[in-house]
């Protein structure tokens, strides 16, 4: 792969935007590195997210259920073995669980893979609750000596790896097949592309990246359940940042988690009592007044602009 | 046009999202509180939660203020609503501690939430009384964070309060041998029947029948055909609030005739007897009070002027008990975190449930397991160690 001055470029801002954020904890206090994390941590889930969802227009509402699987994973495994294991184990299971329920569903389309992947949380949330059941154990304690900070950086890494990943996939046959099928699977099938593996194998990124997400957000939590690893508001979530960012681009999931965070955050201080009214109507504004999110916003003002000799 | 307005929209939530607090007057103290309004546990805690927080400020400032060395302070309350989710109930926590500079901070609901945010109040060092967790592990989290402490108790202690009572009945001859033992699919369902059944079986009891069912199930009347056709002289539920109401439903459709009929989490709730009317006569279940105790009455009554609705039999005042803790504290030792830390093990407390003592792990040994309702008030049969306990009676046929 032969890289271009601009590429070049564009990695080095990449890294030295990069360190800037790395310093956040020092430049914040403990509130301001929460919001950090919470924005990080939507990053992460979201970009990867849009990565498969972006091209392929597959609506994947499965987020939960590899984050769960992945905060269970530490939660179980961290008596057993080295913290440093867990996030690489959970990245494997969440990637095995991601091909199964790609095999099972990646061959049909459209709304059966959305019920599907809505499914699979409550589904495995079931089957972890009939573990409980069956073994007589409550939730799970994990009592770590790990810090908010620890975590921010780690999701930092994870984020950093996901816009690597996204870039190389973007260059690779691979994203030029996706492309493809996402414009007309008609017309890639014909094309000779083998449509069902591609979508398996990009599939594997949003859920072995979820479930690496969880393994490191487990030890903030302290005490796992089903109820609270699996809540169904988190796959929500990331569906609605990622379309206020705009899937087209690399870097639309994130001009989408920034704002929403604040936005939310914003929405929790001044009216506690109205949070989830709120937050159907901001999902509302955003799809009526930014179908394309603010990637096809910036898109149509620069044309805009561009048309006016601005530019 | 439009997007400009949504813009200005979002600009302004913003902004007054981050404006500072106005900058209250000296004698004003902010206390956070922060519990789940919406999300699954909404529900639970509008019984036994918000309207506590609401009654203790009230009554706080209507007595002129809390007693901070020497200086009368009022009380000013920050409410947040952390939707269920773990992550949330951890950024209001430290957006009340750093945003608000909350002077005081009041423990969230529920055990899930008061556990995944321990951390946060042990790093700022704040006194976490927690009266809505159930844990067995009160030494080993005390171990790990001591400023948290533990009123409400461990489903050991209350599911053994519950083969007590019923072996109280049976030694009495008030009920035969058959049990029948069926619980909710889930966290604390399932670890009350797990220590449960055992107790009944070494109790003598034999369990005719035993079976779960999953958290959200509908229709409970297959479970119910099935506890009567087993004829049992004893029902045993294990339940959650939807599903103690339903168990009862559907008991008195199929009629099921049993000396001791209990059910968990909700029977001591208000809205039982109130859906219920008289026929919940008898009526075994979680919790219980000193319902002859006059703090208590005091209390009730005060809790339904002010806000509105009755408190519960289980949770409503063991809330109120632990902010009562925290208010003496403060008025004793001022507002040092650590000084009401070491002040809260040290002392024993009177509040509206009686005497409050914690032990050496932070745990309090003596609280209410098991409750039953005798003419309309659900009082205290078995507990731990505290005073007042009614004798258990037999329940009749449904009315």
Not at chain 1, 62 to 73: D, E, L, P, R, S
Not at chain 2, 31 to 36: R, S
């Amino acid at each position: 792969m032969r890289l271009s001055p601009t590429d070049w470029r564009n990695l080095t801002l990449s890294a030295l935007a990069l360190a800037f954020v790395a310093c956040l904890p020092w430049l914040v206090g403990n509130y301001g590195l929460s919001i950090g994390v919470t924005i990080v941590m939507y990053t992460v889930l979201a970009t990867s997210w849009a990565l498969f969802s972006g091209p392929t227009h597959y609506i994947s509402l499965a987020t939960a259920a590899f984050f769960g699987v992945g905060t269970y994973v530490t939660g179980i495994g961290i008596e057993y073995l080295p913290y440093w294991t867990l996030l690489p184990l959970a990245g494997v299971i969440g990637a095995v669980l991601a091909a199964l329920v790609g095999l099972a569903t990646l061959r049909l389309s459209g709304v059966y893979f959305v019920i599907f992947t809505l499914g699979l949380a409550e589904f495995i949330r079931q089957v972890i609750t009939w573990g409980q059941n069956v073994s007589g154990a409550k939730g799970i304690y994990v009592l770590t000596s790990i810090t908010e900070a620890h975590i921010y950086w780690q999701l930092l890494g994870l984020a950093a790896l996901v816009y690597l990943l996204g870039w190389a996939i973007g260059r690779s046959r691979l994203g030029f097949a996706l492309r493809i099928i996402g414009d007309d699977e008609q017309v890639a099938r014909h094309s000779g592309i083998h449509t069902a593996r591609a979508k398996i194998l990009l599939f594997l990124v949003p859920g072995s990246v979820a479930a690496i997400t969880g393994a490191i957000l487990a030890p903030r939590y302290v005490y796992i359940e089903p109820s609270l690893a699996f809540t169904p508001m988190l796959s929500f979530q990331v569906v609605i940042m990622a379309l206020l960012g705009g899937t087209g681009r690399l870097w639309g999931p994130l001009v989408g988690v920034i704002p929403f965070t604040f936005l939310w955050e914003g929405i929790s201080i001044t009216v506690p009592n109205q949070t989830t009214l709120l937050l159907g109507v901001s999902f509302l504004v955003i799809v009526y007044l930014l179908p394309k999110g603010f990637v096809g916003l910036f898109g149509a003002i620069r044309r805009r602009m561009g048309s006016e000799g601005l530019v | 046009m439009k997007r400009r307005t949504f813009a200005q929209i979002a600009a302004l939530a913003l902004a007054t999202g981050f404006a500072a607090v106005p900058a209250s007057a000296q004698d004003t103290l902010k206390v956070g509180a922060v519990a789940p309004k919406t999300g699954p546990l909404a529900g639970g805690a509008a019984v036994s939660y918000w309207p506590n927080v609401k009654l203790w400020v009230e009554t706080v400032n209507a007595r002129g203020g809390l007693n901070v060395d020497g200086k009368q302070m009022m009380l000013e309350v920050i409410e947040y609503d952390d939707q269920t989710n773990p992550g949330e109930t951890i950024k209001a926590v430290q957006r009340l501690v750093e945003q608000d500079q909350a002077d005081i901070i009041l423990p969230p609901y529920s055990t899930g939430l008061n556990l995944a945010s321990a951390p946060i109040y042990h790093r700022y060092g704040i006194p976490m009384i927690t009266s809505t967790a159930t844990t067995d592990k009160a030494d080993e989290l005390s171990a790990q964070f001591p400023n948290v402490f533990i009123s409400l108790g461990g489903a050991q202690p209350i599911a053994l309060g519950a083969v007590e009572v019923l072996t109280e009945l049976r030694d009495r001859g008030d009920i035969g041998n058959k049990v029948a033992i069926v619980n909710v699919a889930d966290a604390f369902g399932i670890e009350l029947a797990n220590v449960a059944k055992p107790a009944f079986a070494d109790a003598g009891f034999e369990l005719v029948y035993e079976s779960s069912y999953p958290l959200g199930s509908q229709d409970l009347s297959p479970v119910m055909k099935a506890v009567k056709s087993a004829d049992p002289d004893a029902f045993v539920a294990f339940s959650y609030p939807p599903d103690t109401f339903a168990l009862t439903e559907q008991a008195q459709i199929e009629d099921l005739q049993v000396g001791a009929f209990y059910t968990a989490v909700a029977t001591a709730f208000p809205s039982y007897a109130g859906r219920f009317g008289e026929s919940i006569e008898g009526v075994l279940g979680i919790g219980g009070v000193n319902a002859d105790d006059e703090a208590f009455q005091t209390y009730a009554a005060r809790h339904e002027e002010v806000t509105g609705a009755k408190p519960d039999y289980w949770a409503s005042a063991m809330v109120y008990s632990t902010f009562e803790v925290l208010e003496q504290s403060i008025e004793a030792v001022g507002l040092d975190n650590a000084a009401i830390i070491e002040h809260i093990k040290a002392n024993a407390f009177d509040t509206v449930i009686g005497t409050l003592d914690f032990d050496e792990n932070n745990n309090n040994p003596s609280f209410w397991t098991v409750g039953q309702w005798q003419d309309g008030v659900f009082k205290g049969v078995a507990s731990t160690g505290r005073e007042g306990a009614v004798d258990v009676v037999v329940k009749g046929p449904w009315k």
